[in-house]
């Protein structure tokens, strides 16, 4: 199993930007992926990005172009970096980490709001 902590979450004005962190118990080379989810208010969870082993990205359409998602292997932490943020980007963003043959590991999650 692996631990993951996020950081980074606050409020921001439309347009800002905010950096999310999560930080991991453990070399991120040995997870198969690294994700960050969030749900927002009345909605389900939701996949915003994602990073693999071998440096694939994958991005929710609603935030291609705005959000990046890193990583800083000797850190074992991976970021989502949020530009132009929108209203509808507020929520709760969760990483999230597969370690295979022990199944997924959540982060508690941080709050991002965006203010309109």
């Known amino acids: 199993q692996v631990q993951l902590m996020e950081s980074g979450g606050g409020l921001a004005q439309p347009g800002g930007s905010l950096r999310l962190s999560c930080a991991a118990s453990?070399?991120?080379?040995?997870?198969?992926?690294v994700a960050w989810y969030r749900q927002g208010p009345g909605k389900e969870r939701e996949l915003v990005a994602r990073?693999?082993?071998?440096?694939?990205?994958k991005y929710a359409d609603s935030v291609k172009g705005r959000f990046t998602i890193s990583r800083d292997s000797a850190k074992n932490t991976v970021y989502l970096q949020m530009n132009n943020l929108k209203p509808e980007d507020t929520g709760i963003y969760y990483c999230?980490?597969?370690?295979?043959?022990?199944?997924?590991?959540w982060g508690q999650g941080t709050q991002v709001t965006v203010s309109s």
């Open positions: 999230n980490a597969l370690l295979q043959f022990s199944g997924d590991s």
């Open positions: 453990r070399s991120i080379f040995s997870l198969s992926y």
């Open positions: 990073i693999n082993t071998d440096g694939i990205l």
